[in-house]
T-cell receptor, first 110, second 114 residues
Framework: DAKTTQPNSMESNEEEPVHLPCNHSTISGTDYIHWYRQLPSQGPEYVIHGLTSNVNNRMASLAIAEDRKSSTLILHRATLRDAAVYYCILKRTGANNLFFGTGTRLTVIP | NAGVMQNPRHLVRRRGQEARLRCSPMKGHSHVYWYRQLPEEGLKFMVYLQKENIIDESGMPKERFSAEFPKEGPSILRIQQVVRGDSAAYFC????????????FGQGTRLTVV
């Protein structure tokens, strides 16, 4: 599984945008970039995924660097409910599973 | 449409007993995945099943652990002769397909071995 590197923790003020970075310098052409988050005592929750182009959905935006060696998950207005561990995952076409690293623990300050 | 349902939510077993964890995937999903999360660690893949077939069990311990996904009924993760080190949260996920579709996770079963 191709490796991703994320900061261990980040803080954000409520109602401000949050940019969660992820480095994946060994990404291959068939790797999709997935983001999941895990709220305390819950199972992981899908956030967004993309291949090359930036992606938007109701939860977040995903900005992918032109060389695909990094990406950024953008939460447009952080709420207390967004406090969670965010996992950036590379999933190769044909792979059977998601490889969860240690993720970034996001704390939202009221 | 109910999400992925796992039961029980909490399970306590004594060393040497058997643990059976159940997972009902989302309606229409035929792909099921089991993950284990040890305290303060990330999730680790265990097994991937597709209706009646084990597709990938590369993350399953070689002994005492087994999984099935029968034609009718939920997927079952079975742990025989549990030991303290099996204490963890076990999560099940389901998806419509294997390729780059989102996986929906259940709330997990928290197994405590005493």
């Amino acid at each position: 599984d191709a490796k991703t590197t994320q900061p261990n923790s980040m803080e954000s003020n409520e109602e401000e945008p949050v940019h969660l970075p992820c480095n994946h310098s060994t990404i291959s052409g068939t790797d999709y970039i997935h983001w999941y988050r895990q709220l305390p005592s819950q199972g992981p929750e899908y956030v967004i995924h993309g291949l090359t182009s930036n992606v938007n959905n109701r939860m977040a935006s995903l900005a992918i660097a032109e060389d695909r060696k990094s990406s950024t998950l953008i939460l447009h207005r952080a709420t207390l409910r967004d406090a969670a561990v965010y996992y950036c995952i590379l999933k190769r076409t044909g792979a059977n599973n998601l490889f969860f690293g240690t993720g970034t623990r996001l704390t939202v300050i009221p | 449409n109910a999400g992925v349902m796992q039961n029980p939510r909490h399970l306590v077993r004594r060393r040497g007993q058997e643990a059976r964890l159940r997972c009902s995937p989302m309606k229409g999903h035929s792909h099921v995945y089991w993950y284990r999360q040890l305290p303060e660690e990330g999730l680790k893949f265990m097994v991937y099943l597709q209706k009646e077939n084990i597709i990938d069990e590369s993350g399953m311990p070689k002994e005492r652990f087994s999984a099935e996904f029968p034609k009718e009924g939920p997927s079952i993760l079975r742990i025989q002769q549990v030991v303290r080190g099996d204490s963890a949260a076990y999560f099940c996920a389901s998806s419509l397909g294997r390729e780059n579709t989102e996986a929906f996770f259940g709330q997990g079963t928290r197994l405590t071995v005493v």
